[in-house]
T-cell receptor, first 117, second 115 residues
Framework: GDSVTQMEGPVTLSEEAFLTINCTYTATGYPSLFWYVQYPGEGLQLLLKATKADDKGSNKGFEATYRKETTSFHLEKGSVQVSDSAVYFCALSDPHAGGTSYGKLTFGQGTILTVHP | NAGVMQNPRHLVRRRGQEARLRCSPMKGHSHVYWYRQLPEEGLKFMVYLQKENIIDESGMPKERFSAEFPKEGPSILRIQQVVRGDSAAYFC?????????????FGSGTRLTVV
């Protein structure tokens, strides 16, 4: 079945440092890939997405490129801020797996990011 | 435009009691999804519902768990005879018929603690 593996955390950085959170996936079809962010006490918010190979999703300075050859979707940001401290989840949706899969997300385990001033 | 509303935010139940979690989707959304987040783990899909229909319940435990999305009112996730292992955060999401994408919106979750 489909699965998502994320870099284990927690990740602790100083403000303005470069961020990479690794994400790899396995899927039976051609999935869409997502990064979600969860701030303390809140629900998940979509950060960015990519729907096909070589697509780059970007938002709020974060970006990730859909790499089909390495089955990866690593999240990067050039200069993190304290306000980026949150839990980040990589996820996939595999509509080609058939049936109702277009409504279902498969998540990685999450990576806690803490940014210090 | 209110987002996905879940209540209660926190719920404490003793072992053997019933837990009822409610989810009101965003206005105009007809699809509801429930996920469970166990401590130190990612979210796991439980069930996908449309009004009055269960579309996919492949992630629901076979016993004690049920879900509904009636024609009127919120979606309900019901856990009967709760056990300690049911302690988790339960998230609801809603979407328009297009499914996953920028319209797919999560609620803030219900944190269930079984004592």
């Amino acid at each position: 079945g489909d699965s998502v593996t994320q870099m284990e955390g927690p990740v602790t950085l100083s403000e303005e440092a470069f961020l990479t959170i690794n994400c790899t996936y396995t899927a039976t079809g051609y999935p869409s890939l997502f990064w979600y962010v969860q701030y303390p006490g809140e629900g998940l918010q979509l950060l960015l997405k990519a729907t096909k190979a070589d697509d780059k999703g970007s938002n709020k300075g974060f970006e990730a490129t859909y790499r089909k050859e390495t089955t990866s979707f690593h999240l990067e940001k050039g200069s993190v801020q304290v306000s980026d401290s949150a839990v980040y989840f990589c996820a996939l949706s595999d509509p080609h797996a058939g049936g109702t899969s277009y409504g279902k997300l498969t998540f990685g385990q999450g990576t806690i990011l803490t940014v210090h001033p | 435009n209110a987002g996905v509303m879940q209540n209660p935010r926190h719920l404490v139940r003793r072992r053997g009691q019933e837990a009822r979690l409610r989810c009101s989707p965003m206005k105009g959304h007809s699809h509801v999804y429930w996920y469970r987040q166990l401590p130190e783990e990612g979210l796991k899909f439980m069930v996908y519902l449309q009004k009055e229909n269960i579309i996919d319940e492949s992630g629901m435990p076979k016993e004690r768990f049920s879900a509904e999305f009636p024609k009127e009112g919120p979606s309900i996730l019901r856990i009967q005879q709760v056990v300690r292992g049911d302690s988790a955060a339960y998230f609801c999401a809603s979407s328009p018929p297009s499914g996953v994408g920028y319209g797919y919106t999560f609620g803030s979750g219900t944190r269930l603690t079984v004592v």
